[in-house]
């Protein structure tokens, strides 16, 4: 009997070790998608406002209030996912997805499609992120860092793919039909994602709820952290290709380094993930800001091309650090129960830093005719994200269930 019993443990822990990497698959393709369109926005942009015979000056403000969107519905998808289970969550922004995108092919005016597009893809990125994170958490105790860095490289490689391929087919569809291919696929691929999603075993829920980890004191130094480097971070991430236009380059050579930031994601993501099953989520993740202030000072000396593309680089291994342990640092420090309202709650803090960061620099650099001011203020703000990790405690005080390794 004891030997039957055994065996039918080893077999249901099988079982789970191959329905955590399917989650992981599903979680990887969810994220590939929506962020694949949310960073082809830029491709949209001007054939649209050609279109409709609006001007440029608008972009950081557009691109900011929809990375705001899908940061602070976060908060709530992942809460939801908590309860309900991701499946739901996710086939639910598989919809927004694909009819924001499909009435912004059908748009009859600029700002109607900056509404649709804005809603549909907020939604549904933030119904096919922070639930996935929080589903991929919670089916994994001693693998949870590589895991979740796996499923968020995802982003990464979103980034690096989708905008070409949106361009190519914008060149010889035009926008709207580029928009419905998009609406199709996003369809189709989140669907089945959403199928996937499995909700993870269940823990016992943790007295107190999300109200006991926003309490804290840990939590506090984690959503300044968040705040601080999401301003720094979003600045950048807008400005960096005017920024090398303005220093001279090529208009191909200075939008190619979006693809050097989506490949050091990529990377930060994978190895910093991996990094954390030796080091311990919270010493990766203090690594990672290091990374992302020193970009900024790179940034500061830049000189030419070369040394510009080492910052992307740089900015981007920091930043995919940044988001893939984050999630795991949450669960170090508050436990795995709740992960998708907790890391929500958490991703706010980026959201601030996303919808302020890009237009404070356009601002500064329309005010004093440069970049200089934008990089140093990049730089004070990471200095003090890194000086809020270095505060955080090595470890939580929940209890550990890292025997276990689904």
Not at 124 to 145: I, L, S
Not at 331 to 352: D, H, K, R
Not at 374 to 379: D, E, K, M, Q
Request: hydrophobic residues 55%; glycine residues 14%; charged residues 10%.
């Amino acid at each position: 009997m004891g030997v039957r019993s055994k065996c039918r443990t080893l077999a249901s822990g099988m079982k789970e070790g191959r329905q955590a990497w399917l989650v992981v698959c599903a979680a990887f393709a969810s994220m590939f998608t929506v962020f694949g369109a949310v960073y082809s926005f830029g491709a949209f942009f001007e054939p649209m406002a050609r279109e409709f015979g609006i001007g440029q000056g608008l972009t950081s403000v557009l691109f900011a209030v929809t990375a705001f969107t899908y940061f602070g519905l976060g908060a709530l998808s992942g809460a939801v996912a908590d309860r309900l289970g991701p499946r739901r969550v996710v086939l639910a922004g598989a919809l927004a997805m694909a009819a924001g995108l499909a009435l912004t092919a059908v748009s009859p005016s600029f700002w109607i499609g900056c509404v649709t597009y804005g809603l549909g893809v907020g939604i549904g990125t933030a119904c096919g992120y922070v639930p996935m994170v929080g589903a991929v958490g919670g089916w994994f105790d001693r693998r949870r860092a590589l895991a979740i860095g796996i499923a968020v490289s995802g982003i990464g490689a979103g980034t690096l793919v989708v905008p070409p391929i949106a361009a190519v087919l914008i060149e010889r569809l035009g926008w709207r039909q580029t928009d419905l291919v998009l609406a199709a696929v996003s369809l189709v691929v989140l669907v089945a994602c959403g199928l996937a999603a499995e909700a993870p075993p269940v823990r016992a829920p943790a007295p107190g709820g999300l109200g006991r980890v926003v309490r804290t004191r840990p939590f506090a130094l984690l959503y300044g952290t968040g705040l601080f480097s999401g301003f720094a971070l979003f600045l950048a991430l807008v400005h960096i290709v005017p920024y090398a236009l303005h220093m001279g380059s090529a208009p191909l050579a200075a939008a190619g380094l979006v693809s050097v930031v989506g490949v050091g994601s990529v990377a930060g993501r994978l190895a910093l993930g991996g990094a954390a099953e030796r080091l311990g989520p919270v010493t990766a993740f203090r690594v990672s800001m290091a990374i992302l202030l020193l970009s900024y000072l790179v940034w500061l000396v830049a000189p030419g091309y070369p040394l510009l593309a080492a910052f992307a680089l740089a900015l981007g291994l920091g930043y995919g650090g940044w988001v893939a342990l984050s999630p795991s640092v949450m669960a170090e420090l508050f436990g795995p129960e709740g992960l998708g309202g907790s890391v929500g709650a958490l991703y706010t803090s980026a959201g601030i830093g996303a919808l302020f960061g890009p237009p404070f620099a356009g601002f500064l650099v329309d005010a004093t005719g440069g970049y200089r001011p934008a990089i140093v203020a990049a730089i004070a703000l990471a200095a003090a994200s890194v000086l809020l990790v270095a505060l955080l405690p090595a470890r939580g005080p929940w209890p550990a269930w890292r025997s276990a390794d689904r």
